[in-house]
Every structure is written in C-alpha cells, then in structure tokens.
C-alpha cells in the first residue's frame, strides 16, 4: 500500500503534466479572451496589443488621464502628485509633456526641490507607480482651475522660474 | 557442520520471488511500436521562422524593469522541402526550406505554383531555407508555430534595413566632413581627400565614399525572447530589429549565444550553462501548430536579474 502511494505521488510530480515542459520559471498569465481571426493575418494587431497588454486597472488610467479627448484626460501645466513604491514614495509637479505611445505612455513632473529644478518622467504602465492625483488641473481661465495653456508641451519652463512659481502660488492659494 | 568457508564465497541470494517489490511495480510496459522522441542535443541546429515584424512597444518584467520589445508574428509559416545535398568531398548539406505569408494563385508564377503543389502548401510569398542538422528534418507541410522559441532564449533575427537613398560620407560613414567657418567653402559636409599623391596615382578600390546606403541584410543578434503568444502566433523580442513594420524577417536561434555557447559548454562538462538561464529545453525539431495547441497560449520570461534593481543595497 505505502508503494502504490508512492508511485502516485512520483507520478504526479512527473514532467509529462507540467504546463510548460520547456521553462520551468517562466510565468504562465491567465489564458486572454480568444481573439478574433482577423489578428493572426496582423491586421489591427497593434491597436490590439496596446488595448489588452497592460492590466485593466493601467488600460483605465491610458483611456481617461492618458485619452486624447476625455473629459477628463490630463491637460500640460496641471499640477499632479505620483505616489510610487520606491523611492521617492511621493513627487509632485507639474505637467510638462505626455508621451502617448499605447503601453509605453509616459509624463514628465517639473518640480523645484532646495532650488533645485527636478524632472522626473513615469511611466503609466509601470508596477511601480501606484497612484496618480491632479493637485490642480490646467483646462480654466485661472485661479483654482489653473490657466488653459497653449502648449502641448511645456518645455520653455525650464528656462522661466517665475512662470514655475506662478504655476505653484495657484496652488497654495 | 557448520560450512564457514562456503558461507564467505558464495553471495547470499533470496531464493522467493520478487513479487511485491516497488521495481517491478514501478516498470511500465513499454509498447513495441514506440519511436525515440527526439530531442534538442547541443550539436543539433533547429530550423529557422519567417514572421513579420509588426511594431515596436514596452514590456515590463516581474521585477518591474522596463524593456523595449518588438512584436513580430509568425504569418503561416510551414515546411515546403527538406533539402540533402551530397556532394563527393565535403560534408553533406541539410537544409529546412519553409515559406510563410500566403499569396493568390493568380499572382503566383507556374513554377512556384508547382513548388507549392508538390509540398501541398498554398502558395506563400517569401521562400528561405535554414541550414540545420540531419536530425532536424521536419516532415513537409508542418505549419511552425511562435511556440518553437521559448522564452528566456536568444535568437538572432535578419531582415532588409531601412533604405536611405544616396547618402553622403558623413552619414553613410561617419566621416568629419569640414568647419563650419574659417575659410571653408562650400565643401562643409564633403569627404575631403580620396588619396595620397603620385604614388599610388589612384583611389584604392573600396574607398569609402558616398553612395547607397540602407536596403541591407542585417542580422541583429542575441536578442533575448521575452514573451511568447500560441494564439496569435506572435514573438516578442528586447530591442530592435531592423527593417520597417509588416516586413519578413527571419528568426534563429542565436548562433553566438544558444549554439555556440551549447556546444562548448557540454564539451567542457559545464552541463547547467548549455542552455540560457531559466530554459530547460527546446522544442525539437520544430515547435508546430499542433504543440502550440497543448501548451498555454501565453507565456513571459522572467527577468534574469539575480537581486531586484529597484530594492537597496544593504
């Protein structure tokens, strides 16, 4: 009797039933819907992959903060704050440029740290970062809304720090 | 008596049968018929895929690192020839022909509508054969499928570069070209001198001037496979290829780092760095349609890293 259980045992750790015969480290992600035919002749498959390859909760960031023409889509010259899981935890700036590129969307934060201008750029699709928050958006005439700029990026702060503290004075207001 | 000297000599053997033992019920029946799998050795040379190169994007591994991948898909690629060519004095030649990407049989020449008829394949537009081993031979027909790389290893991928017309010294080989001021007239971006005087009186053929540059087959190597899909037949690979989106490219395994490392390592006994890390072996000959259908329709690479990068150092 203890032989038979053995036997099973040594059976049940065989290689024949592993899933992956080829790796046994690689990482095998819940099986996707079945996609249509028309991907595998590669018509649409790009638009395809930028939709299904990052997870749900990163594809609803890309389709609201990150869309074109969403309501509530990011504008340049909005103050955000990132909140990462390594450090620094937390950065806050503003909105110079996004990069939209499908999975590969990406923003840089301007922000004057001890008078020292700092950039960070973050990617959107990234595990590391874990939340983003709009300080103050930049879609209004001024004030609390924050001045509508006429860029879609806004690199020329780097020369001007008046026109940074300007940014910065709306929000502690 | 007691018979000590006998009892030293002859080995003590059970004289009842071994009925209940975990070796005998262990064995199985092992049928007549069965053929030996065969298997990846690290003399063997696999076949090669056509796939297309369909675009650029980010993948970010379990560790959290960013890598740039490019997609390429394999478009019906399948087995149309075995090539054995044996010549008197040399080595004979083995060869995998495959074709990939369907055509119309009204855009296909009789000859290739022939070619096709006889490996019972509908007729594809790019046909490129594979040196391989003897053992390698893949029955005609076989659709290959994504699965035959696995994630983890290195693959060399050739494709046409990006053509750039006629193109100048300083681009096409980096030349200096002149200053921009101080005398320098209307020659800023030329190649300057072609030669040295009366002696030799002539330009060396294969001076380096400007021309065509672009349209080449370029071969990109080791790029490490990141991310397999069964369903959709697509290969994701780190880093660029060359070539512009939807063009064929052909996919090996690294000669560098699979082939050569394989081969070396098993003939210095070093019998756990044969295959790339996290690998364990490769479908052999070929990774099919059918194999595809069997193993998961997605699989990744993990990251090769021994610490996290994004953790400090104590």
Known sequence: ?173 | MIRIWSSNARPSVSRCRNLHSTVSANAEVVPKSKKPVPKWTPSSLRTGVIARKRGMTAMWDDQGARHPVTVLQLENCQVTANIMTHRKGTTPYHAVQVAASDKSVKNTTLTMLGHFKKAGVQPKRIVKEFPVTPDAHIPIGTTLSAVHFVPGQYVDVIAKSIGKGFQGGMKRWGFKGLRASHGVSVSHRSSGSTGQHQDPGRVWPGKKMAGRMGGDRITAQNLRVVRVDGSLDLVFVKGCVPGVDDAHVLIKDAKKLLVHTARHNHAKALFEKVLPKGVDDLPFPAGTKELAEKLPPVIIAPSIRVSNPFVPRE
């Open chain 1, 1 to 173: 009797m203890l032989s038979g259980l053995c036997r099973g045992l040594a059976r049940s750790m065989s290689t024949a039933t592993a899933p992956y015969p080829f790796s046994k480290v690689a990482i095998i992600p819940p099986a996707p819907a079945a996609p249509p035919a028309a991907l595998r002749q590669g018509k649409g498959l790009m638009p395809y992959l930028q939709r299904t390859l990052p997870s749900p909760e990163k594809q609803k960031l890309l389709d609201t903060l990150f869309s074109r023409r969403h309501p509530d889509r990011l504008l340049p010259g909005s103050v955000l704050t990132v909140i990462l899981n390594h450090a620094p935890t937390t950065f806050s700036g503003v909105l110079l440029s996004i990069r939209r590129r499908g999975p590969d969307t990406s923003f840089v934060l301007r922000n004057v740290i001890n008078r020292t201008g700092v950039e960070m750029q973050f990617f959107v699709s990234s595990p590391h970062v874990k939340e983003i928050k709009v300080v103050q958006g930049a879609g209004g005439s001024g004030g609390k809304q924050g001045r509508r700029m006429r860029r879609a990026k806004l690199f020329y702060l780097r020369d001007s720090p008046e026109k940074m503290s300007a940014i910065s004075a709306g929000i502690k207001n």
